[in-house]
């Protein structure tokens, strides 16, 4: 956040000073054509008016810089955001009345013009006022992406409302705005104990932590483990299993390539955040889970088939400071061109114990299904949120009777023994999770 020097003014007359300006040729020429001296009196009054008006916007111009802030930072898409705008005077005298508007990157293009209050001379103070006010105005940012902010205008009238001068106050400041990670209900996924290795339960209506905590006695096991109530509740005798001291594993994978969604646009002077509604779905959903899990206690994982933009998240017991390195990340992340028959780039598996494994897709080509075949290890739990392209308008009619699914692939996601959740860009990344909550019959955990 740095400060910067007012730019190039621009000054420019109002109705009321063309009027005044008009008057006082129209009274010259009359002068001038009849001969009348008194008239060359009343024409001058409007002309040195509107001049003094002039020279006074010249002489006080107001000359500020500018700082910028955001809170929260960085900032989240469709989440209220307020920004605080330090405006210091850079003059050696007290600065006059004055109008600011800020410069957005969105719609409206600007903010409400608003009063910029008298500053003291840079360096002093005058009636209890220094020589910076902070101002503060409310933002809405639509949709994630890097955008720069700015410059500040101030403008200026003259005492008689002839004129007003209108002068760049400060340059542009980045703001990042990053995919809103929706809170996503708590299910039935969790860390359990195993032996010397972490994996993921799915929990039913018939388990409890107790029965998630032990295992069958096995010839050699010490009868100080033997857990009785459980023994007691299955019939047969049951042993505590070993504390667990690592984090099982969870990976995120989502298609990047431009090929797998229909409504991508390719146009260079289209901000990443543009491309495709789909996709931008899937960098929300993305950002949901990740920043779900990861606070669940699992070392997440994001798998891409392009080239990697994404940070990683690593373990639970560091997600502070993760998150928003993962978040930032996803702020500027943008699809990849690549051809249908080029080979997902190869990603090094992991030494960690298995766990889930979540895609986010629409519509992939070969190579991806090729690709995602060798993502599932045996027994592992895949599902893949497989997003339809169609309008919106469309998918509301299938809701009346039953969502279309998304072209093959569905199907073919089954048959790679993937579990598919057809979804749709009227669905909250919440809803889609509770759809896995029903495909997989897992329970909310209330813990």
Excluded: C
């Excluded at 000073?17 to 001969?35: D, K, M």
């Amino acid at each position: 956040m740095a400060r910067r020097r007012g730019g190039a003014a621009r000054l420019r007359l109002t109705a009321r000073g063309w009027g005044f300006a008009a008057t006082s040729v129209l009274l010259f020429w009359l002068a001038y054509v009849g001969g009348r001296e008194a008239l060359l009196f009343a024409a001058a009054l409007p002309a040195l008016l509107l001049v003094g008006g002039l020279a006074l916007l010249i002489l006080r111009r107001v000359r500020v810089s500018a700082a910028r802030t955001f809170s929260p930072s960085p900032v989240s898409a469709q989440r209220p955001a307020q920004v605080t705008v330090s405006v210091s005077n850079e003059r050696y005298s007290r600065s006059g009345e004055a109008v600011w508007r800020d410069t957005l990157p969105w719609w409206p293009k600007a903010t409400p013009d608003a009063r910029l209050p008298p500053l003291a001379p840079r360096g002093r103070r005058f009636a209890g006022r220094g020589n910076t006010v902070r101002l503060d105005y409310p933002l809405r940012a639509p949709r994630r992406g890097v955008y720069r902010i700015g410059p500040l205008h101030v403008e200026q009238r003259d005492p008689f409302g002839l004129a007003t001068l209108r002068s760049t106050a400060a340059g542009e400041d980045e703001i990042i705005v990053v995919p809103d990670a929706m809170e996503l209900p708590r299910t039935g996924l969790s860390l359990a104990t195993g032996e010397g290795s972490a994996r993921v339960l799915q929990r039913d209506h018939r388990g409890t932590d107790d029965d998630i905590m032990t295992r069958e006695y096995r010839p050699g096991d010490a009868l100080r483990r033997v857990h009785w109530r459980v023994t007691a509740r299955q019939g047969e005798l049951m042993v505590r299993q070993e504390e667990q001291r690592s984090y099982p594993e969870a990976r995120i994978v989502i298609d990047t390539r431009r090929g797998g969604y229909a409504d991508a646009v390719h146009d260079q002077f289209t901000p990443h955040a543009g491309e495709s509604e789909a996709f931008e779905w899937a960098v929300r959903m993305v950002a949901s889970m990740g920043v779900h899990l990861h606070r669940r206690g699992f070392l997440v994982r994001i798998l891409e088939t392009a080239h990697p933009q994404i940070a990683e998240l690593g373990d639970g017991n560091r997600w502070a400071g993760r998150d928003q390195e993962f978040l930032l990340s996803l702020a500027s992340i943008g699809l990849v061109d690549a051809d249908h028959r080029s080979p997902v780039p190869a990603q090094e598996r992991s030494d960690r114990a298995a766990g889930p494994v979540f895609a986010v897709l629409a519509e992939p080509d070969d190579a991806v299904f090729e690709w995602l075949t060798r993502q599932k290890r045996p027994f592992e739990l895949a599902v893949a949120f497989v997003l339809s392209t169609a309008p919106l308008v469309l998918q509301q009619l299938d809701r009346e009777g039953q969502l279309a699914e998304p072209g093959h692939t569905v199907e073919t996601l089954e048959r790679l023994g993937w579990i598919a959740v057809p979804v749709s860009l009227a669905d909250e990344p919440s809803d889609a999770w509770r759809a896995v909550v029903a495909e997989t019959g897992l329970v909310h955990d209330e813990a």
